[in-house]
């Protein structure tokens, strides 16, 4: 067989098995003979059980599985499918002629009752009896209610479980296929919403409303991650009054998610302390912080671990971008720093090296350099002032006539960007500053200008055979010298 052959029969193959997957998803899973119900799990709507162990009802309800009964709540989709698996693929012995009555199959007092409702209105009831001499249980089925049935035992472990085990603990249930692609965060004061910038190479994210901004991809992210795993510690009934006792009549923070095919809203209330469970792990003593919580689709009350939030309740300034300048460091071609008092100096790159070009000439040491270059693209604002705003008038930040101007010349832009920096900024080491991209007014730390080389042998690299001034670098073996700054 030729090379083009059989790569068209392989090609083949292949799709035939996806064509075959798809269709068994769509089924969903597939029957065998000696099945007595040869059910879909779409086919079934109900079941009540009633063992040994707890007696509970599910329904399926849009797809979900929810307890009617001893509560109300959701289902762990995968607890309930095992549930219902072990009905719907009920495939049992059958023995005729046998008396039922026979003490010995312990059918007057079942271990378990199942009623199965399907098809609509149809019901059956599924009773289990003694063990037989194998791993099986003697059974009657109501629709072949003169036979005797002989089933696994398997069926009763998963079956006769307590409901409150098997209760949907996820505050939501998507799966890795779904991409968010739109974070709302309403709150009494304000609504941010945040969108997925399309085709970009990695997750990137802006915010569109109130206005225009760059968003914190990682903040962002935060938010979706804290929505996908909080899982609830404890629940409430869904009632009137339970609703005004834990603030979600009037919640503090609704978060939306919006994913190609579903949206989904969260809700927060109070928070509030709780005894944590018997058997715990955790080593904190002392009571559970949780808040309370509730999704759209799910009319049921979740107390959350409190961290879920500190993970949603973030607003404008949590999830905008505060970079100041919003650059990495390989992009920079040239700084240039003009100060009011203390040293100014420009550097550049030619090639791969850097220069001082004033003022004097000379290789710059690269761990200062990289020291530098870290502080001004980490740089970020602590708080913004003024927004908005065409007029400001700079002279009471200190803006008009600013004791430094940082001049960044970055590869690709028309104009460098300059930094502004003003007056200190109340008590602290904080200090006004504004770039010429925006009018705005903003606070930062006066780290990075009390960093600042005080003179250009700081940043000068020593000429061969000269030693490095104090500070330079560590011997071999020792501690950096303090207010050393790692690399990211």
Known sequence: MSRRYLSTLIVGVVFVGLVAWVLLQERGRVTEEGEVFALQISDLSQLRVEGKTAGYTLERR?????????FAGQADPA??????????????????????????FGLDKPQLTVTVTYHGNQT????????????KLFATISVDPQALFIVDQSVLADVDRKPEDMRDKKLVDWGPDQQV????????????????????????????????????????ESVINGVASAEAADFLPYTAENLAATGLNAPAVAVTL???????TVYLGKTAARPRPAGATEPVAGPQQVVYATRSGRPEILALDVSALADLNKGMQELRDRHVLAVKQDAISALQVQRSSGLSFALAKSGK????????????RPEKLSDLLFALTDLQSLEYVVEGQANVDLTRYGLQTPSTAISVTVTGRSQPTVLLIGAAAGTGQRVYAKTSLSPDVFIIDGALVRDLPAAATDLLAPAAGTPAPPGAGAPPNQPAPPGTRSQP
Request: glycine share 4%; proline share 10%; hydrophobic share 40%.
């Open 62 to 70: 849009s797809g979900q599985w929810w307890f009617t009964a001893p």
């Open 79 to 104: 607890e309930a499918k095992r549930v219902v698996n072990a009905i719907a693929a009920l495939k049992p012995l059958k023995r005729t002629g046998q008396d039922l009555k026979n003490p010995d």
């Open 124 to 135: 059956a009831v599924l009773r289990l009896g003694q063990p037989t001499l194998g791993e």
């Open 181 to 220: 692609k739109e974070v709302t965060v309403q709150r009494p004061s304000e609504s941010v919403t945040v969108k997925r910038v399309p085709l970009s190479k990695e997750p990137s994210w802006k915010i569109t409303a109130p206005r225009e901004l760059p968003a914190d991809a990682v903040a962002v």
């Open 258 to 264: 919006t994913a190609e095919q579903e949206a989904v």
């Open 353 to 364: 090296e850097w220069k001082m070009t004033a003022p004097q000439p000379g290789a710059v």
